[in-house]
Nanobody
Framework: QVQLVESGGGLVQAGGSLRLSCAASGRTSILYNMGWFRQAPGKERAFVAAISWSGGRTHYADSVKARVTISRDNAKNTVYLEMNSLKPEDTAVYYC?????????????????WGQGTQVTVSS
C-alpha cells in the first residue's frame, strides 16, 4: 500500500508559477511510475504528466507540454510538478498517482494509488 499526499497548490495570478509536490509513504521500496492529473469543475479528471520510476522518461499532455516539468527525487520519495505561465484554464484540483509498473501511461485506470488532491486556482 502506498499513501500519496499532494501539496503546493494555491491561488496565483495568470502568468505565475507553482510547484506542486507529492510525497509518498508506505511501500515505497518498490519504485512506481508516477503521474499527475487534474480535474476542473464539471470536467473529467485529465492526464497532465507522467514520469518513469527512474526519472529517465517523461510524458506530457499536449495542452501543458511547453509549460510544465515533472521530476522526482527518489531519495525523498517525492514527485514534483513545476508549472509556469499559468492560465485561468489551469484551475483545477491536481492529483498525483502511482502506477506499479509497465510503460508510462496517460490512462487513469492504469494507476493504482491516488492522493487527495491539491487545489490550484489561477486568477485572470
Amino acid at each position: 500500500q502506498v499513501q500519496l499526499v499532494e501539496s503546493g497548490g494555491g491561488l496565483v495570478q495568470a502568468g505565475g508559477s507553482l510547484r506542486l509536490s507529492c510525497a509518498a509513504s508506505g511501500r515505497t521500496s518498490i519504485l512506481y511510475n508516477m503521474g499527475w492529473f487534474r480535474q476542473a469543475p464539471g470536467k473529467e479528471r485529465a492526464f497532465v504528466a507522467a514520469i518513469s520510476w527512474s526519472g529517465g522518461r517523461t510524458h506530457y499532455a499536449d495542452s501543458v507540454k511547453a509549460r510544465v516539468t515533472i521530476s522526482r527525487d527518489n531519495a525523498k520519495n517525492t514527485v514534483y510538478l513545476e508549472m509556469n505561465s499559468l492560465k485561468p484554464e489551469d484551475t483545477a484540483v491536481y492529483y498525483c498517482a502511482a502506477d506499479r509498473g509497465g510503460p508510462l501511461t496517460t490512462l487513469r485506470i492504469d494507476y493504482d494509488y491516488w492522493g487527495q488532491g491539491t487545489q490550484v486556482t489561477v486568477s485572470s
